[in-house]
């Protein structure tokens, strides 16, 4: 025998008698079907085979009553009895009992009542009860049959790989229906089903309405059928009321169903949990009804769904040869920054053949509060068909967005084929995009709109299963990708990226196996390779791999970004992720996890400045993810930096260098002086046969990393020359020419000047130049990042600035003016009307008030005879080793050689 979707056979054989006295008829008979073999599409891949189908009757007519004596039919899933006469009267019932195995139903037909993989039902059974008996204490009612019905489905018991549990009472039915003569229809007198999570009662007929209600609870839905069906990481809760009403009007009937369900709560998600205070429904359907009342054919349906601000409605309509369909679905996207409002729309049609789409749009906007000048949605538009013989469903880019879209569905289109069980699985497609146009989308401020990351991207992906499971391989490339900074800077070409996947979902496993991942980029290639178990719970993470820098690539850009004679140079290091992945937070994820990412970098020259050999790793370490202690070589000295990673999504994350971080006797050269040391001390730009050491002892250093407001880094510090000397640049040259010194002496610094970094700018403060043994030139301000200065200098007024007259030589002795340095390091500009008005106001000082101090002094020192006890004032030789001694000392405290 075959219908579409079921071939079955097997074998008759038994006996039957039919025969008629007086006109009343009589039927009996024994009869067998052996070697039942069922197979198709409805049974879901399962193969129903039963030995033996047995059935057993014997019923007479008496005067237009038949009565049934004997109704059997058994089989190894169940068995049905009947007995009693039709019409029934008030001294004869008549009833059907029967009874289904649901274990051997299960043994049969597992994937065709979708139990979870690996579960065996051992015991259960479902029991109906129909009996009917017309009540003669009952004289109102109507006549016509009337049945009475109970149905139950007895305790499951069931295992799982050795475990074993029970679902204890799983659902009941009872009730009372009545089949109305002269075509008055169906009454349901009483209904009532009870379940560990449903409750509804209902009654009324179908010409005055059936009107059913009842409550349902989530949780209590989990808890039942948790050992059967796997939830995975997903928890269910929330409770809601059900009422429904069905009525026959004319020859059509109306049907509704209304839901408010308070409290919905879906945790597990891969998306997050899922939260609605109210999630209210709304289904309306009509259609022809027959005779006696039940539907006989649909006309229309219509869903409506909301919570909050979220709305799903869907509309369909049944015609002659094909249904129409609409769907339109809004709902805000909060999780992602800025908040945005999804939308959807689909008209299509259906029929025999398939599946017609006229329009498959979707859109994804911001909100109107939070919108900026020039804000694009992304719209997605497609048309399709899905070819129902063949299983094949193909969307196609219906129209193109004007201009570069964020993403759209690329000209080759999407194709599935393999649906409804026609054969094997298979889905391809493309999608392509615009970088600069999903910054555009994502970008919380307008100002981070005009910078970051642009060029074309493009997608392909292909999904198969195989014999061993689903196989999915796909590839991103973004060719090529260009970056941008601030408004007016050039835009710069990266270079093409890469990411292509390979990885198979086993049909006999929860697991993912990652046979590939690379990332490539100019700069560096990532490869792993591992599994993931639990994808839709803890997603538990077993990945391996390592990270190749490109180092001839790294080395051209810092030649052309840097300085040209940059370098460096090093190996690749493996990474790993293990541990799960899944977590109420970031801090719960890394406490979780053993993560490591790094990479080995052999040797560094960049300005001089020579780096050792050293590790450069992220890791995971008591719930913090920690990048390794820096620690080597530079220029002869030593390196030390303790970095601490801060992890915070919503401030912005930064990178903290703890106090014990410092750089001690580093050599310094004139490259090093030039381009490192003039932001410090400016008097060292392009300044010649430097020599000496440096240290730096840091008390604060922050450097922020992303976050909804731009943030600078701060570091405070102090900067201690040891023994640095060198020959004066122009920027010293200037200083000295404003003494009057015709020469250009070696100028050595030997005093620690204390750093500020912030806002872009290095502050300085205490930097000393000793001219001679008597006189030094100090400075204080700061140079910024594009070595622009703002400088102050403080000047000794010198013999050579009053053109050695001895007299005024004498009164400027020990007098300083203070004089504004503006400009930049390569054109430093002395703002000289400002030093001619200090020493305007210096004279003026001098001339009014030094003269009258200086005249009563003398007649003083006239008329006072000297101390022949006072010491003599310190020599040169005494002066300077004093000076080395307070050196000796700072050296001691940072725990070096004297």
């Not at 409770?239 to 026959?248: N, V």
């Not at 030390?640 to 050599?667: C, F, M, W, Y």
């Not at 930097?767 to 008597?774: H, I, Y």
Request: charged share 25%.
């Amino acid at each position: 025998m075959s219908v579409p979707g079921l071939e079955s056979a097997g074998q008759l054989d038994g006996q039957f008698s039919l025969g008629s006295d007086a006109g009343n008829w009589a039927v009996s008979g024994e009869i067998g079907l052996v070697d039942v073999d069922a197979t198709g599409s409805r049974l879901a891949g399962d193969h129903l085979r039963l030995d033996r189908i047995k059935g057993a009757w014997n019923l007479t007519e008496t005067e237009g009553t038949w009565v049934v004596h004997r109704l059997d039919l058994t089989s190894p899933l169940g068995s049905i009895k009947a007995s009693g006469q039709r019409p029934a009267s008030a001294n004869a019932v008549a009833k059907v009992e029967g009874t289904l195995d649901l274990a051997a139903l299960a043994r049969q037909l597992p994937h065709a009542l979708r139990l979870r993989e690996g579960i065996t039902l051992d015991r259960g059974s479902a029991q109906l009860r129909i009996e009917s008996q017309d009540d003669p204490k009952r004289p109102e009612q109507e006549p016509g049959q009337g049945w009475d019905i109970e149905a139950k489905v007895s305790d499951l018991e069931a295992q799982e790989h050795g475990r074993r549990f029970t679902l204890r009472e799983p659902a009941t039915l009872t009730g009372r229906v009545a089949i109305r003569d002269k075509g008055q229809g169906i009454a349901l007198e009483r209904m009532a089903v009870r379940t560990a999570f449903l409750n509804v009662a209902g009654q009324g007929d179908v010409d005055r309405g059936i009107d059913w209600s009842g409550t349902l609870d989530l949780a209590s839905l989990q808890r039942q059928l948790r050992d059967l069906v796997d939830f995975g990481a997903i928890e269910l809760a929330g409770e809601g009321d059900l009422s429904g009403r069905y009525q026959r009007v004319g020859t059509r009937f109306q049907g509704q169903l209304t839901t408010d369900l308070r409290g919905l709560k879906v945790v597990g998600l891969a998306a997050g949990p899922l939260q609605r205070e109210l999630l209210h429904l709304d289904l309306a359907l009509d259609g022809v009804a027959a005779a006696s009342g039940r539907p006989s054919s649909w006309s229309t349906a219509r869903l409506d769904l909301s919570s909050g601000e979220t709305t799903v409605k869907l509309a369909t309509r049944s015609g002659q040869d094909t249904n129409t369909v609409t769907l339109e679905a809004k709902s805000p996207v909060p999780w992602v920054d800025p908040p945005r409002r999804a939308e959807g729309h689909l008209d299509a049609q259906w029929g025999s053949t398939g599946l017609v789409i006229d329009r498959l749009a979707l859109s994804l906007a911001t909100l109107a509060e939070n919108a900026k000048p020039g804000d694009k949605p992304i719209l997605l538009n497609a048309k399709g068909r899905y070819d129902r013989a063949s299983g094949e469903l193909v969307l196609t880019p219906a129209t193109a967005a004007p201009g570069p879209s964020a993403i759209a569905i690329a000209p080759e289109g999407i194709q599935v084929s393999g649906l409804g069980g026609t054969g094997a699985f298979r889905a391809s497609g493309g999608f392509a995009g615009d970088l600069g146009a999903v910054r555009q989308l994502i970008a919380t401020d307008l100002e981070s709109t005009n910078k970051g990351l642009t060029g074309p991207w493009s997608a392909r992906a292909t999904a198969e299963s195989t014999d061993d499971g689903l196989r999915f391989v796909g590839k991103v490339d973004v060719h090529p990708l260009m970056t941008s900074g601030q408004t007016g800077e050039p835009v710069r070409d990266e270079g093409p990226i890469a990411l292509s996947l390979n990885l198979l979902c086993p049909t006999d496993s929860q697991a993912i196996e990652l046979a590939e991942l690379v990332l490539t980029s100019r700069y560096a290639t990532l490869e792993g390779s591992g599994r993931l178990t639990e994808p839709m719970g803890k997603r538990i993470a077993d990945l391996r791999g390592s990270l190749t820098p490109q180092w001839d690539a790294i080395n051209t850009l810092l030649s052309e970004r840097v300085e040209p004679g940059a370098h460096v140079s090093g190996k690749p290091r493996p990474w790993r992720i293990i541990g799960p992945l899944a977590g109420e937070s970031m801090p719960d994820v890394l406490k979780a996890i053993d993560l490591e990412f790094g990479f080995e970098l052999a040797k560094a020259n960049i300005y001089g400045l020579r780096v050792g050999p050293l590790p450069i790793v992220a890791r995971t370490r008591d719930g913090r993810l920690d990048i390794d202690v820096i620690d080597t070589s530079l220029n002869g000295g030593r390196i030390h930096l303790e970095p601490v990673l801060t992890l915070d999504r919503e401030q912005g994350s930064k990178i903290r260098l703890d106090e014990n971080s410092s750089i001690a006797n580093a050599e310094i050269n004139d490259e090093v002086s030039r381009r490192f040391l003039s932001y410090v001390a400016p008097v060292l730009d392009r300044a010649t046969r430097a020599h000496g050491w440096v240290s730096v002892d840091l008390v604060e250093a922050e450097f922020p990393i992303g976050g909804p407001t731009k943030r600078e880094a701060k570091v405070e510090g102090q900067v201690v020359f040891d023994e640095v000397e060198f020959l004066p640049g122009p920027f010293a040259d200037q200083l000295l020419n404003l003494l009057g010194r015709t020469d250009r002496p070696t100028i050595k610094l030997d005093e620690p000047v204390s750093l500020t970094i912030a806002d872009r700018r290095v502050y300085q403060k205490g930097l000393a130049l000793p001219l001679g043994q008597l006189t030094r030139v100090e400075l204080d301000g700061w140079v910024d990042f594009d070595r622009n200065l703002q400088l102050t200098a403080s000047l000794p007024i010198t013999a050579a600035m009053v053109g050695n007259a001895p007299i005024l030589s004498a009164m400027v002795e020990n007098q300083r003016i203070s004089v504004p340095i503006r400009g930049t390091l390569k054109n430093p500009e002395i703002d000289r009307d400002a030093m001619n008005l200090s020493l305007k106001n210096l004279g003026q000082s001098i001339l009014g008030n030094g003269m009258v101090r200086g005249a009563a002094e003398m007649f003083k020192q006239l008329q006072k005879p000297r101390d022949p006890n006072a010491p003599p004032p310190p020599t040169f030789q005494e002066r300077r080793a004093n000076r080395l001694e307070r050196k000796a000392e700072r050296r001691r405290q940072r725990g070096l050689e004297p």
